[in-house]
Each structure stands twice: as structure tokens, then as C-alpha cells.
């Protein structure tokens, strides 16, 4: 692996490009107050909501587009609360849950579910953000196990158990008019090999099939993306990309990105059971589409030729 104290600053950027043109900041396409994107209306279930991403790009970007209500999970009531207030000073009318839960605990997760269930019996949308970093080294030999497996307790599991219960209510009005809409939040060390994120980078490997599996067994009435927010300047970020200086996105992009992939329903589902990057332009993805889908891109495979098409008499 190179050093990577010597690449480019906006090496994450330019090295992982689909699309031609690449953001790093919020672009009229995927503007949340654009008409386009509008989410009047609708009810919301976020994790991992009260620091980074969830709290400073996701959930601001959601009440912008014009939600209705959003929940709002993570294990810390307190810092839940500083984003409540911060999002009613974007929108006062929006109606807003706050939940103190641990995703990887099956019982906090299911009373959860009880509670949002009970007031809103249609969520919209479930976006699966809440996740941990804890490699504790680089050598497979030095690794703790239940290190390594708390970022599947977490990334793997509470992803898993939160889908789950969110499923098991919107199957009931699930149509292919009206999907259920999921975002599972990966990484792009998912594909690329970074020893030092070994434990992290698996369970987001594992996400992105995960995601796949998901969108495949509901044809049409689920609604699954992943989608890798890119490099930001969060409190999970390993000390060793911190220091190594790259570029950092606005967490507005991915917030605004999200939104535009459940909005309209019709126009993202080519990218159903895919995973993606926010930085990527999403009207190059549109223009894309045929492409996309008749060679299967942007899914976990197996870098190989099978079949036996491949062997003539």
C-alpha cells in the first residue's frame, strides 16, 4: 500500500470516481429545497443521528426537503437533543422523535420499533447510518476479537435488526408505486484494501451485499441503496487519515444526496440493490442507467468470468 501521507489531497475523490465530474459540496441537482426533491409529507427513521454525518448533513438535509416527522436514534439522549434543536431552528413545524437506543441490542432495537410504530404507522423512509470504527491494528494476528466484532455488532447487526423491524411493518403497504425506502451507509474501504480499517472495511463489504439481498427480495416494493459518503471530517476517523491531510466533503453533500435518491422513487430505482458514492454527479448516473443495469455495476462480485458460455465446443 502507498503511503499515503504522499497522495494528492483530493486522492479519495479522483481515485474513486464513476462519474466524470465529481462534488464535493452540494450541487443544484441534489438541492433539498429544490421541488425535485421535495419530502413533504414524509416520515423518517435515522441512526447514529446525534454527531457527524447524522447529525450535520443527513438530518438537516431530510428537514429541508420538507419532511413531516424524524426520528432521531442514537445512545447519547443528550447530544440528541442539541440536534433536535438545532433542526427546529431550520424547520419549527417539523415534528421530531428522539430515541436514546443502542442498535446492537436487539431488545432496545424492538422497543424502539414499538414506540415509532405506535405513533407513526407509516415511515417512509429508514436510513441505516449509525456505525463504529475500531481496528485496533493492521496485523490479522494482533487483532482482538471482540474489537474486531463490535463493528459487526454494530455496522452488521444493528443495521440488520433495524431493516428487520422497519420490514416487518411496511411490507403491509410496500407497492411498487410507493416503495419502502432504505439507505445502509457503507465506505469505500468496503472495496479498497486498508489493513488499518481491516474490521470496519469488512462489515461494510458486508453492508453492500447485504443492501443487494435486500432490494432482491422484495422485487419492486423496497427501495435498498448503499451508498459511501466519502472522506468527512468525523469523530470516527482514523487518526492515520486525519493526518495523512485529504480533503474533506461537506456532510451537506451526503444529506442532500440521500434525498435525492428517496424523493422520487422512479428515477433512483435503477440504482436498487447498487451502491454509490456521494461525490459522484447523479445526472451523469441518470445518463448512465442502461449501462448501469444491463452489465449489473456498482454491486459486490466476484472479479471473474463465469459460466460455461465461456468454454465453446
Excluded: C
Aim: glycine share 6%; charged share 20%.
Amino acid at each position: 500500500m502507498a503511503d499515503i501521507a504522499a497522495l494528492p489531497k483530493d486522492w479519495i475523490v479522483t481515485s474513486g470516481q464513476f462519474t466524470r465530474t465529481a462534488y464535493t459540496n452540494v450541487y443544484p441537482a441534489i438541492d433539498p429545497a429544490k421541488a425535485d426533491n421535495s419530502l413533504k409529507g414524509k416520515t423518517v427513521v435515522l441512526t447514529g443521528a446525534s454527531r457527524g454525518l447524522g447529525a450535520t448533513g443527513i438530518a438537516p438535509a431530510f428537514v429541508k426537503a420538507g419532511v413531516k416527522t424524524i426520528v432521531l436514534i442514537a445512545r447519547k439522549a443528550d447530544k440528541l437533543a442539541a440536534v433536535e434543536k438545532e433542526l427546529k431552528g431550520i424547520n419549527p413545524h417539523v415534528e421530531i422523535l428522539t430515541l436514546s437506543v443502542d442498535i446492537s441490542s436487539a431488545y432496545q432495537v424492538g422497543k424502539a420499533w414499538n414506540e415509532i410504530n405506535a405513533k407513526y404507522p407509516k415511515v417512509d423512509i429508514l436510513v441505516n447510518n449509525a456505525g463504529v470504527e475500531s481496528t485496533d491494528s493492521d496485523k490479522t494476528h494482533e487483532q482482538d476479537p471482540d474489537i474486531f466484532f463490535r463493528n459487526f455488532e454494530v455496522n452488521v447487526k444493528g443495521t440488520h435488526m433495524m431493516t428487520q423491524q422497519y420490514l416487518q411493518t411496511a411490507i403491509s403497504w410496500a407497492t411498487t408505486a410507493d416503495p419502502a425506502r432504505i439507505i445502509n451507509m457503507t465506505s469505500s474501504s468496503a472495496w479498497g484494501v486498508w489493513p488499518f480499517l481491516a474490521a470496519y472495511s469488512n462489515s461494510k463489504a458486508a453492508m453492500i451485499h447485504y443492501n443487494t439481498l435486500v432490494a432482491a427480495s422484495y422485487p419492486g416494493t423496497v427501495l435498498s441503496i448503499a451508498v459511501n459518503p466519502g472522506l468527512n471530517d468525523t469523530e470516527i476517523l482514523p487518526l492515520i487519515l486525519r493526518e495523512a491531510g485529504f480533503n474533506f466533503n461537506d456532510p451537506m453533500l451526503t444529506g442532500a444526496t440521500l434525498v435525492w435518491l428517496v424523493s422520487d422513487s422512479v428515477r433512483s430505482q435503477f440504482l436498487n440493490g447498487r451502491v454509490l458514492t456521494s461525490e459522484w454527479d447523479v445526472e451523469e448516473l441518470v445518463a448512465r442507467k442502461e449501462e448501469i443495469t444491463k452489465k449489473n455495476l456498482l454491486t459486490m462480485q466476484l472479479n471473474a468470468t463465469l459460466g460455461v458460455e465461456q468454454f465453446p465446443n
